[in-house]
């Protein structure tokens, strides 16, 4: 089975920078996803990392370290709108499987 | 193109009656997945749904049943409703690849079971 396990809330201020972790314990899996969710809304793609390593996409980067069971999405440059729940999601190596942390809440204040 | 579309957006039940939800994927994606969604955590992986077959089962009761149409939108199933499935029911398409990792969500339908 699968177990991803993220804080539960996170505070930061507008313009810093803040790091979501996420630690897990799998049987195997093909890489690590990134969702973010407003309040009301659909959890929509953040990034995918597939290998271990950092991947930057615009203000927000994903780093995995599968040695580790851990992998983290940096946000940088923090805006009022990054408020939301962030969660961590695994494909499982029987790959028609999407297993998704609890999620962190992020909330940023001016 | 229109995203990943559910119906209804809400539903209010009692407790033993049944319920179907309803998804259309983005046009051309085959494979579609319903999530379950209590509030305050993440979502759990109930079905997925590639060419009308069933490629994936999470860990939910018989009560949960599922089917894709000829056109890949699909229907969730759920009988004997309790008070737990009150949640928000994600539906969630991806392209017919294997090397896909992004899944586009729609909406949810928020159900209540009273």
């Known amino acids: 089975g699968q177990s991803l396990e993220q804080p539960s809330e996170v505070t930061a201020v507008e313009g810093a920078i803040v790091q979501i972790n996420c630690t897990y314990q799998t049987s195997g899996f093909y890489g690590l996803s990134w969702y973010q969710q407003h309040d009301g809304g659909a959890p929509t793609f953040l990034s995918y990392?597939?290998?271990?390593g950092l991947e930057e996409t615009g203000r927000f980067s994903s780093f995995l370290s599968r040695s580790d069971s851990y992998g983290y999405l940096l946000l940088q440059e923090l805006q009022m709108k990054d408020s939301a729940s962030y969660f961590c999601?695994?494909?499982?190596?029987?790959?028609?499987?999407?297993?998704f942390g609890s999620g962190t809440k992020l909330n940023v204040k001016p | 193109d229109a995203g990943v579309t559910q119906s209804p957006t809400h539903l209010i039940k009692t407790r033993g009656q049944h319920v179907t939800l309803r998804c259309s994927p983005i046009?051309?994606?085959?494979?579609v997945s319903w999530y379950q969604q209590v509030l305050g955590q993440g979502p759990q992986f109930i079905f997925q749904y590639y060419e009308k077959e069933e490629r994936g089962r999470g860990n939910f009761p018989d009560r949960f049943s599922a089917r894709q149409f000829p056109n890949y939108s699909s229907e969730l199933n759920v009988n004997a409703l309790l008070l737990g499935d009150s949640a928000l029911y994600l539906c969630a398409s991806r392209p017919d690849r294997v090397d896909y990792n992004e899944q586009f969500f729609g909406p949810g339908t928020r159900l209540t079971v009273l």
């Open positions: 999601a695994v494909r499982d190596y029987d790959f028609n499987k999407f297993y």
């Open positions: 046009s051309g994606h085959k494979s």
């Open positions: 990392n597939a290998l271990d």
